[in-house]
């Protein structure tokens, strides 16, 4: 089956600066990939997310890459702010619509100020 | 806000019960997931639900199992709790199966005493 490796498990940035989460997929059957923001005591929240027929896409200050050929792909957060603080999650899914998503272990992303 | 609620927050049970746990979808959306995420790690899938029939299953054993309502509600169900099983529990609906984007609900803490 699928593995999802994400690293780093915790990024401390400073307000302002860009912060970096990469993750590398094992299948190169999957096709889509989203990461999700996951504040304490809350489920999952989708920010952004990209097929595999896409190289890259943006929405405002983050961005996601994908490397089809390396099998990685990696979220990038410009500008980060107080609010960034959380565990962020990246996912992979191959083929049909009965497979479920495959998880990264998470990164804990801390923004200083 | 995601549309997606899960009852209860919380619950603790004893090992070797049973529990159930519930689910509704964002409205118009008819196809469920369940995920267990234990602490420290990323959610892990469960199965899936489309149409009240379940049609994706990730590694989980048969006393995990489900239902899904004509409402496009749902519950999941383990039997025979272990304390491996304490852990939070996500669902997940998304319009239809062919469509990737699913959204998460806020999930039910059990703790298998």
């Known amino acids: 089956g699928e593995n999802v490796e994400q690293h780093p498990s915790t990024l401390s940035v400073q307000e302002g600066d860009s912060a970096v989460i990469k993750c590398t997929y094992s299948?190169?059957?999957?096709?889509?990939f989203p990461w999700y923001k996951q504040e304490l005591g809350k489920g999952p929240q989708l920010i952004i997310d990209i097929r595999s027929n896409v190289g890259e896409k943006k929405d405002q200050r983050i961005a996601v890459t994908l490397n089809k050929t390396a099998k990685h792909f990696s979220l990038h957060i410009t500008e980060t702010q107080p609010e960034d603080s959380a565990v962020y999650f990246c996912?992979?899914?191959?083929?049909?619509?009965?497979?479920?998503?495959?998880f990264g272990k998470g990164t804990h992303l801390i923004i200083q100020p | 806000e995601t549309g997606v609620t899960q009852s209860p927050t919380h619950l603790i049970k004893t090992r070797g019960q049973q529990v159930t746990l519930r689910c509704s979808s964002q409205?118009?959306?008819?196809?469920v997931s369940w995920y267990q995420q234990a602490l420290g790690q990323g959610p892990q899938f469960i199965f899936q639900y489309y149409r009240e029939e379940e049609n994706g299953r990730g590694n989980f054993p048969p006393r995990f199992s489900g239902l899904q309502f004509p409402n496009y509600s749902s519950e999941l169900n383990v039997n025979a709790l272990e304390l491996d099983d304490s852990a939070l529990y996500l669902c997940?609906?998304?319009?239809?199966?062919?469509?990737?984007?699913?959204?998460f609900g806020p999930g039910t803490r059990l703790t298998v005493l």
């Open positions: 409205s118009g959306h008819n196809t």
């Open positions: 299948d190169s059957a999957s096709n889509y």
């Open positions: 996912a992979a899914r191959t083929g049909g619509g009965a497979d479920g998503l495959t």
């Open positions: 997940a609906s998304r319009l239809e199966p062919l469509l990737d984007t699913q959204y």
